[in-house]
């Protein structure tokens, strides 16, 4: 059977509780040990596109930004969940045509963006999709052109068993301490690979991206360095306005990302701390009110990273009219096991 964990937010209508989200939540220290827990902090999720920043390293590790002289945005689309506002399309299309990449090449399909205005607009406009709006398509220019400069098939890079999707398994096995045997795969969205591990490897692979010095390799240490700083330089390029990651983002003491079906992951500086949560049920909606709870149980001294996050997911739920009809909270607390 299933472990659904426990009640992370509860909304009610009315005075009478309307829906219950339960999952799972883990933060760990940089001895891997882990610090708190709320239901099974060895619960395997799926990382879908929390894995996108250890994606993005095979490209920085060859040394693709420098061959195609890529600037510091379009370096940052190759982590990105992007929303296809303008700003993305705009990039994108620069970086495409830095590459000599096309369209055509990308597995990910056409699609329309997923930003609501952008979408919009264009299907007023009479555009067609574009693969270059699919969310992923950062991450596919990224491996497309490190394939490109290095001479590999670009016909199947998005296979298991192709040389980038083979050192991006082999970088996640390292970066979140799981043997590559016991990773469990599955084919994303985008068409693919994508990882399952326990949510306490999880966190500690953002722990490690957040605090690359504890990483023995220099080569992935400067990396991961050079890209979390960029992420942090530049956060609406990770996934678009008004959504979590660039509001945690925002913060230079954060490294988030998050992924499709209630996957979200955070480290944290200079607490030295990884955290990752589950919402069961796959729903977003409730990341903001969860990761800002989890920073308010930890007594994180950035009160401002907190109330940004508050202001994505109120606490007072409105109808049509701007009437309150209801409260969405968290109902959680944190499990300490080491302090």
């Known amino acids: 059977m299933v472990d659904l964990g426990k009640v992370l937010v509860e909304e009610s209508r009315g005075g009478w509780l309307e829906c219950a989200y339960t999952g799972h939540v883990v933060g760990v220290n940089e001895q891997a040990e882990t610090l708190f827990h709320v239901g099974d902090p060895d619960y395997v999720s799926f990382m879908r596109s929390s894995s996108k920043p250890v994606q ?19 370096i940052v689309l190759m982590t990105a969940s992007h929303r296809a506002q303008q700003f993305h399309v705009q990039a994108l299309e620069s970086f495409m045509k830095k590459t000599g990449i096309t369209e055509d090449q990308f597995v990910c399909k056409p699609t ?9 607009e264009r299907i007023a ?11 992923c398509s950062g991450k596919h220019l990224g491996v497309l052109a490190l394939c490109k400069m290095m001479g590999w098939p670009t016909d199947n890079y998005a296979e298991p068993e192709h040389p980038v999707q083979q050192q991006v398994l082999r970088l996640m096995s390292q970066l979140a301490d799981v043997p590559v045997e016991q990773i469990k795969l599955g084919t994303d969205g985008c068409g693919f690979p994508v990882y399952a591990i326990p949510i306490r490897n999880i966190a500690l692979l953002y722990l490690r991206l957040a605090c690359p010095d504890l990483i023995a390799d220099e080569e992935v240490r400067r990396a991961i360095t050079r890209l979390t700083d960029l992420m942090n330089k530049h956060p609406f390029y990770v996934s678009g306005t008004e959504l979590i990651c660039p509001t945690l983002l925002q ?8 992924g499709a079906k209630g996957i979200y992951c955070f480290g944290l500086r200079e607490q030295r701390m990884g955290i990752a949560f589950k919402v069961m049920d796959g729903s977003e909606d409730q990341w903001p009110i969860i990761a800002a709870d989890i920073l308010e149980q930890i007594q994180y001294p950035t009160t401002a990273t907190i109330e940004r996050l508050k202001k994505l997911s109120p606490a007072e739920t409105k109808n049509d009219n701007a009437r ?15 302090s």
Do not use: C, M
């Open 324 to 338: 309150v009809v209801g409260i969405r909270k968290p109902a959680f607390t944190l499990e300490w096991v080491r």
């Open 251 to 258: 913060d230079p003491n954060i490294v988030a990302k998050g």
């Open 56 to 74: 993005a390293l095979p490209a920085l590790l060859a040394g693709v930004p420098e061959h195609y002289g890529l600037s510091e945005e379009e």
């Open 125 to 135: 406009n009479g555009q067609p999709p574009r693969s270059l709006y699919h969310n």
């Open 112 to 120: 329309y963006p997923l930003n609501g205005a952008a979408r919009d």
